[in-house]
């Protein structure tokens, strides 16, 4: 049997030790003997999973091709599991049960909202554990996790302790026993041999396949209480997919400390809209638990699940209204209005301006027919005041494409009010984006400009950089994140092409190291956002105009940068390569917009041009998409002048409205 002893655990029996004299050896014998206890009792009930054929990568994951772990939550062979355990998408599933009979399994259901697979097997008279009722579970209370792969006569096994309840939005205990696809699947236990829950892999900010998988061996585990697995065990066996609850709304304020739930946007057909909530609403109640935070809800729906009926009290104005809601598990695909504006990009010092300045409008667009010009300052969107463009986006994204919305507007000493129609924001990069005349300060500024060579502390990642000597904090710049391919940072030439372009349209270039001549990995995605967190701390960036750029292998990494950080970059550009990375639902709280470039003639999978394909998935996501044709070489040698030059366009005008 393999033992591993928590830090927790191992500080607790030493200070035990160190306080109790040489008599105390036996507390450590007797905490063993305890978790032995509780292993025994709960052996019979833990199996062995085998899966034969499917894929061997999913994304950039190998799948694994050992045995993993399930649990018997039923006599008559129904066994949960966790979904990692079948990526692969195998042909054939086996069971093998402690005594070592074995069985052909069945998958019945799915978990979609806890990453949880329920299998059946023909078998009858098996073992289950009985469930710790939520409302004993403790944070510090001794933790046993449980896996069945290295050998059949004994389970595998990882002591620590619960250190914390209701983690990923209410759905899961935290734990630091080791876990990972070893006991992916498997129980977690109290010190009676009872089932505090069934190991997984989660994450708070995803929903992928994989998401949660990178905490491996990082001492933070999650498991799903076996309590809220038996309370919806009989939709399971039914053969009901479990999908996570929606709303569909987008809320005032984000993060950790967030106020209010007080939305800002109601998605068209979702189930707030289909109950007649409305922007401006607060919600304050879900089934009569008091909700004064916009996380306070997300925990409340985290543990729900689509098709479930919730009773929501809504604060509008001085009433309080009750409205019930069905959850769904999927919204409309969001689809953003667009006026045709380019919007001046103003610090946040700046006081100068209430309101949104055009710095230009982009023919044959809404904005063109309905005569805005550059220098106009747009103030109110119907009857609602905007003081920037984060304002105008929010109140613009309220309407419906091809709605007609009353914008005021002021031009000179003139007050105008005039008449739109949104359409779909566009896929092509426009034509021309006028450069901007930046002149230097008076003053030099006290962060470097030029070429920079930098080093982040410790193991963090070299990278060089290029600001324009006409740098100004008093402007704000965009960010150019070029992700060099493996073999080559390809700087000279990259620099070389860009350099006139950062003065000329206000960008800043930024090129991080990877460090290894084989290129990327995916773990280093952490390490290139501390180098985009370096520049913005110590230069004006534009968070609307962050770009990354991915050339060939290093692609996957740009995409998983966009993907994941949602909040940082705005905008990917895949080159040479399609996407391998699924891309999240597509979030009008952050805007992503993509390009696509590779030579006409590219790689076919069934006969379909594979950046082809790319385009039109991202499109029908609802994510802007542009499609670049640069000359087909046979040496790699970069992004080509043409492509530069459309590039510093695009980046340009990521904040056109």
Partial sequence: MKFICSAATAMTAWLLLASWGVAQPSVVELQQETVQQAVAAADASVVRIETVGGFDLVGELLTGAGPTTGLVVRPDGYIITSQFNFLS????????????????????????????????????????????????????????????????????????????????????????????PVNYGGPLLDLSGRCLGVIVPLSPDEQTETAGVEWYDSGIGFAVPLADIEAVLDRLIEGETLKRGLLGGSFEDKGVLSGEAKLIRVRPDSPLDKADIQPDDIIVGIDGETITRVNDLKHALGRRYAGDDVKLAIKRGDETLEKQVTLTDELKIFKFP?????????????????????????????????????????????????????????QLYRTEIGQEV????????????????????????????????????????????????????????????????NYRPDQNWGLVVWLHPSGDTMEARTLRQWTDYCEQHGLILLGPRAGDVSGWSLDQSAAVVATIEWMQE???????????????????????????????????????????????????????????????????????????????????????????????????????????????????????I
Wanted: charged share 25%.
């Fill in 338 to 394: 667009y006026l045709g504006i380019l919007p001046e990009s103003l610090t946040p010092d700046d006081a100068s301006v209430d309101g949104v300045r055009v710095r230009a409008v982009f023919p044959e667009t809404p904005a063109a027919t309905a005569e805005i010009r550059a220098g106009d300052i747009l103030r109110k969107v119907g009857d609602s005041t905007v003081a920037n463009e984060d304002e105008l986006r929010q």
């Fill in 406 to 469: 009353s914008i005021e507007l002021s031009r000179g000493m003139e007050t105008i009010t005039i008449q739109c129609d949104p359409v779909r924001y566009p896929d092509e990069i426009p034509e021309s984006v006028p450069s901007l005349t930046i002149e230097p300060p008076d003053e030099e500024p006290t962060s470097a400009t030029g070429r920079l060579n930098e080093q982040l502390p410790g193991d963090g990642l070299g990278f060089w950089a290029f600001v324009p000597p």
């Fill in 538 to 656: 110590r230069y004006s960036i534009d968070s609307r105009r962050v770009a990354v750029i991915g050339f060939e292998d290093s692609t996957k990494l740009a995409a998983q940068l966009a993907f994941r950080n949602r909040e940082l970059i705005r905008g990917l550009v895949l080159h040479s390569s399609p996407l391998a990375v699924p891309p999240p639902d597509n979030d009008p709280d952050f805007p992503l917009q993509i390009v696509v470039a590779a030579p006409e003639a590219g790689e076919t999978i069934g006969g379909r041009d594979r950046i082809g394909a790319t385009v039109d998935f991202l499109r029908e996501a609802g994510f802007p998409t542009a499609r670049l044709t640069p000359p087909k070489s046979d040496e790699a040698e970069g992004l080509d002048d043409e492509t530069v030059h459309q590039l510093v366009l695009w980046v340009d005008s990521l904040n056109r």
């Fill in 89 to 180: 998408k195998p042909s054939s599933i086996l069971v093998t049960l402690p005594d070592d009979r074995r069985f052909p399994a069945t998958i019945v259901a799915q978990d979609d909202s806890r990453m949880l697979t329920l299998l059946k097997i023909d078998a009858t008279g098996l073992p289950t554990l009985s469930a710790v009722p939520n409302d004993e579970i403790r944070v510090g209370q001794t933790a046993i996790a449980l896996g069945r792969t290295y050998a059949l006569e004994f389970p595998n096994v990882a002591v620590g302790i619960i250190s914390a309840l209701n983690r990923v939005w209410g759905r899961a205990l935290q734990t630091d026993a080791h876990t990972s």
